[in-house]
């Protein structure tokens, strides 16, 4: 079975970055789409990036886009987002999650991380 982790969360200031990283074991991600989704205190799992790790193909949400970049590693079975000018509004948890379909809802992923915290504060 697939199982994900995340990492590179953490305390930065508005206006600064941060790299995280999703690693994947017990399978390959080269079948899937892998989308990070972001979970602000007291709301619902929103997904903000989606990336077919076979081609490349990428899809961001308006609220990310231009801010953050999405990638991945063939070689090493990771996929990444650089997120650049943070700002408070993106602090939470931030999961990354794989789907056999090309789709960013959260009920259409298959197997989830669990997750790593960003928080975005002077």
């Known amino acids: 079975q697939l199982q994900l982790v995340e990492s590179g969360g953490g305390l930065v200031q508005p206006g600064g970055s941060l790299r995280l990283s999703c690693t994947a074991s017990g399978g390959t991600l080269d079948r899937y789409a892998v989308g990070w989704f972001h979970q602000a205190p007291g709301k619902e799992r929103e997904g903000i990036s989606l990336?077919?790790?076979?081609?490349?193909?990428?899809y961001y949400v308006d609220s990310v886009k231009g801010r953050f970049t999405v990638s991945r590693d063939n070689t090493k079975n990771m996929v990444y987002l650089q997120m650049n000018s943070l700002k408070p509004d993106d602090t939470g948890m931030y999961y990354c999650?794989?789907?056999?379909?090309?789709?960013?809802?959260?009920?259409?992923?298959?197997?989830w991380g669990k997750g790593t915290l960003v928080t975005v504060s002077s």
């Open positions: 999650a794989v789907s056999w379909l090309w789709a960013i809802d959260a009920e259409h992923m298959d197997f």
């Open positions: 990336i077919n790790y076979r081609d490349g193909d990428t």
